[in-house]
Nanobody
Framework: VQLQASGGGLVQPGGSLRLSCAVS????????LGWFRQAPGEEREFVGVVTWTYRTSYEDSVKGRFTISRDNDKNTVYLQMNSLGPEDTAVYYC?????????????????WGQGTQVTVSS
């Protein structure tokens, strides 16, 4: 299983960015897919998840600003980020669990992409 995140970069406060994560190696449509981030000196934190039924769940600080979507035809999951602030600066990772048709709050993810840097600064 491989996950390849892309789309990071430098953006001004208040701006928007869309991250993509291309996935290969399993039946994409059967899996929940998550986004995480890790800021310098901080632990990695959950950002959000989209299930195989397109249900989404988000960490409180990004609710209303971030949107996760998926395209099963392209085996790609997206993270649309709006109203970005300096506190959103981090390396963003996409991830997938080992089990298909599995989602639980606080679930573990087994496969990880390499991360893409998002920097919010003027």
């Amino acid at each position: 299983v491989q996950l390849q995140a892309s789309g990071g970069g430098l953006v001004q406060p208040g701006g928007s960015l869309r991250l993509s994560c291309a996935v290969s190696g399993f039946t994409f449509s059967s899996y929940a897919l998550g986004w995480f981030r890790q800021a310098p000196g901080e632990e990695r934190e959950f950002v959000g998840v989209v299930t195989w039924t397109y249900r989404t769940s988000y960490e409180d600080s990004v609710k209303g600003r971030f949107t996760i979507s998926r395209d099963n035809d392209k085996n790609t999951v997206y993270l649309q980020m709006n109203s970005l602030g300096p506190e959103d600066t981090a390396v963003y990772y996409c991830a997938a669990p080992r089990r298909e048709y599995y989602y639980a709050h606080g679930m573990e993810f087994d496969y990880w992409g390499q991360g893409t840097q998002v920097t919010v600064s003027s």
